[in-house]
């Protein structure tokens, strides 16, 4: 692969990892799965490239269901690839200090 080629899907899943959840949430609900319907419409929305809905399909379908549509996909790759590396760029909650006793500070007058 090329270090131009290996960029773009670096990109594309960072993108998706970052923006296609929140998108699905916030349209159909919490869920584990969507349809792939439901992720390629949240990815249009997104603008996200469809070239790559490898990395959504990876992150919210079934083994079994990513390779039933695997042969459509535009960029080919391993389920266990594209979930990695999109799960790779999700970002991590942050945590609040003031959620933590043990850290929060009382001001007594």
Not at 30 to 39: D, G, K, L, N, V
Request: proline share 7%.
């Amino acid at each position: 692969m090329t270090p131009i080629k290996a960029l773009m899907l670096k990109r594309s899943a960072k993108r998706y990892a970052r923006e296609l959840g929140p998108r699905l949430r916030q349209d159909y609900g919490a869920s584990a799965s969507y349809e792939p319907r439901q992720i390629e419409a949240a990815a249009a929305k997104l603008g996200l490239p469809r070239k790559y809905i490898v990395f959504g399909y990876a992150a919210f379908l079934s083994e079994a269901t990513f390779l039933i549509h695997a042969a459509a996909m535009p960029v080919a790759m391993p389920y266990d690839e594209a979930r990695s590396l999109y799960e790779s760029f999700i970002p991590q909650a942050l945590a609040s200090a003031s959620a933590n006793p043990e850290t929060d500070v009382t001001i007594v007058n």
